[in-house]
């Protein structure tokens, strides 16, 4: 039934799994500008990423089991999408020579602050690398999802995917 | 960094539900102990936040605290109001309530006027 | 058709029954909402979760919100809500006998009864299960979304289908720990997406685990876990100890049938939807004409489903009261059933689906 074996096993998808479904862009996509990252690889009935981008660059269509699509040269990367994914599996990441940027749901308390040092973990939660946060977004229109920007070494450009959580 | 819950384990700061919101207090006692409670919570919120572990002892000697939360199981029950057997999960708290733990099925008192048994207060 | 005095009376407000009730008063009918709890919304409250889904199933909004709209919805079209009331037999002629307060008995008779009681938690026993510490995971989500309060300070997640995944989350967000999450079976349960929240936090998955035995004098200081094999039997020497205060079980639920065996509902076992639930048709009426079933009740799903199946029994009662006509009942069924069908798609969806075909299949034939 299932080819994702690191994800039912382990919890996390591997970048294979990822890559298999579509959902890992390759470095070139990462640089410059950057790009969404939509980490979705299970058909569940599900679409607020494509109701949620005002660029119509998001497709899931009919039926909503659909693993969404994403027309790049429509995306202005504003990031709506994150805040908007039931299962928090939107970033946005983007690279230039050393450094990498990422944006990525966060959902615990407490917020770090802006210029804060953080530890960058991959989706086991293992700390790769220091980061720095750039930015804190919690508007009410995430709905209590805050969007954080980080900075880190771009080597770990694919490994890295959220800050380590504290338990405080 | 900052510490999201107070040590008697209620949870002050919540990233989805917010802060805590004051409600009024009422003062509820456990074994002849005061304990400070939020109004309209159950009993077994209370006891749990003022870090009670044991809420009975069974016949032999178990201690038990409770399991479904919901009133279905009946693993939380306690004296109340010299009341066996209330649950303590659904039952909510009123200013000078009193709780006692109880042994087994605890002690069930009749009243000797009328010889029947009142319901759960 | 001729129209009937007495009420539609719907058993539980959870999203299935507040649902139910509300499109009874849409269509005018008369309808009473029992609830035994001080408070309606059911587990709905509890989910502090962004839900799935597209979005006239809500999709994006966060269970409590949906909870927050429809009893707002309740309230303003004048339902007549009673909380505090257990409502304890169902008895010839459609009578409902009813507890108020724990205190004061009342019969009444219905014109159609709507039972959306819910499931309850299965127990999974095992040594030291009955230590202070031991609990559901759902109980562990009442302490800390409705009443703020830590259930413990680390906890053993036992069960890695998404009750267990979203709890495990919710325990952080609360702010306790999560030692890590045991899954009896070689795969995990719960949706990706869930897993990989959690799995990111840190919080470690076991395959092909169980919990052999709680340890602790008063309360849960450690737990045992184990490996099994492909026949679920411990495997001797995998023993490992786990240092929590708190084990939370996450094994599934079972529909909560009393009320409807009560009434002398046919039974159908389907093990994909939990265990032995109601017969029912595709408008959600049981063995017994004038008796619906809608949410967990009939099969362990979601509240999304619930909310849909709640509708789709309240318009149809609605309608054989003589409230609706037979096209609006029709256009508006129809509605609530393709919804359930778009919820009921995917490698998750598929099974639950062709469980509740095959029930409507029996249903509809009583």
């Known amino acids: 039934m ?142 209590r999802t805050a969007v954080i920007t980080a900075e880190f070494p771009s080597a770990f450009i694919q490994e890295v995917i959220s800050i380590r959580r504290n338990y405080g | 960094m900052e510490e999201q819950n107070c040590m008697n384990g209620r949870i002050e700061k919540h990233p989805i539900l917010g802060d805590l919101t004051p409600v009024q207090e009422v003062t509820i006692y456990f074994e002849g102990k005061p304990i400070k409670a939020r109004a309209g919570e159950p009993i077994m919120a209370a006891l749990l936040a003022a870090g009670v572990g044991v809420f009975r002892y069974t016949k032999k000697g178990s201690p038990r605290r409770m399991f479904c939360g919901i009133g279905r199981c009946t693993d939380c029950i306690m004296n109340v109001d010299g009341l066996p057997g209330v649950r303590t999960c659904v039952t909510e708290v009123r200013d000078g309530m009193k709780i006692e733990r109880q042994s087994g099925v605890g002690i069930w008192r009749v009243s000797d006027s009328e010889g029947d048994m009142h319901g759960e207060r | 058709m001729e129209r009937d005095n007495k009420p539609a009376v719907v058993i539980g407000a959870g999203p299935a029954g507040l649902c139910a009730a509300i499109e009874l008063k849409k269509a005018g009918a008369p309808v009473i909402l029992m609830d035994e709890n001080s408070k309606p919304g059911g587990q709905l409250f509890k989910q502090i979760h962004k839900f799935f889904g597209s979005r006239e199933h809500k999709a994006g909004v966060r269970g409590f919100d949906i909870g927050k709209e429809l009893l707002e919805e309740s309230m303003t079209s004048g339902i007549d809500v009673r909380l505090n009331t257990e409502v304890v037999g169902i008895g010839q002629g459609l009578s409902i006998w009813a507890v108020e307060n724990r205190t004061h008995a009342y019969t009444m008779d219905a014109a159609k009864i709507i039972i959306a009681a819910g499931a309850t938690e299965n127990a999974l026993s095992f040594p030291g299960w009955t230590l202070p510490g031991v609990m559901t995971a759902g109980c562990a989500q009442t302490l800390i979304n409705v009443h703020r309060v830590l259930p413990g300070r680390r906890v053993l997640m036992v069960g890695s289908g998404n009750v267990g995944v979203i709890v495990a989350y919710q325990l952080l967000q609360a702010g306790a720990e999560v030692a890590a999450v045991i899954e009896a079976a070689p795969q995990l349960g719960g949706y990706g997406v869930h897993t990989a929240k959690v799995r990111r936090a840190g919080v470690p998955f076991y395959i092909s685990t169980t919990v052999a035995k709680a340890e602790g004098v008063e309360c849960v200081e450690h737990a045992v876990i184990v490996k099994v094999d492909s026949k679920f039997k411990p495997i001797e020497g995998t023993e490992r100890m786990l240092d929590v205060d708190t084990i939370c079980i996450a094994i599934g639920l079972t529909p909560s049938i009393e009320l409807a065996g009560l009434a002398g509902c046919k039974m159908i076992y389907v093990p994909e939807l939990g265990g032995n639930m109601p017969l029912h048709d595709e408008y959600m009426q049981t063995s017994i004409p004038s008796i619906y079933v809608a949410g967990d009740i009939a099969g362990v799903e979601e509240a999304s489903t619930a909310m849909e199946e709640g509708r789709l029994a309240g318009i149809h009662a609605a309608w054989s009261m003589g409230f609706l006509s037979e096209q609006e009942m029709l256009a508006k069924t129809d509605i609530a059933r393709q919804r359930l069908l778009a919820l009921r798609q995917g490698m998750f969806g598929f099974k639950r689906l062709s469980a509740k075909e095959r029930i409507v299949l029996q249903g509809k034939s009583r």
């Open chain 1, 2 to 143: 299932n080819d994702n074996i690191l994800l039912k096993v382990d919890g996390a998808p591997s970048l294979e799994e990822l890559k298999a479904a579509g959902m890992l862009p390759s470095i070139d996509e990462l640089k410059g500008r950057g790009c969404v990252c939509i980490e979705c690889i299970e058909e569940i009935p599900c679409n607020p990423c494509e109701t949620s981008c005002p660029q119509n660059a998001i497709t899931v269509g009919n039926p909503i089991t659909n693993l969404p699509m994403i027309d790049r040269t429509k995306c202005s990367l504003c990031g709506l999408c994150i805040p908007a994914c039931p299962g928090l599996a939107i970033t946005i990441k983007s690279m230039d020579g050393e450094s990498a940027r990422i944006r990525f749901p966060w959902e615990y308390y407490p917020l770090p602050g802006k210029g804060e040092i953080v530890d960058m973990v991959d989706r086991m939660g293992k700390v790769v690398c220091k980061g720095k946060v750039l930015a804190v977004s919690n508007s009410s229109s995430n709905n």
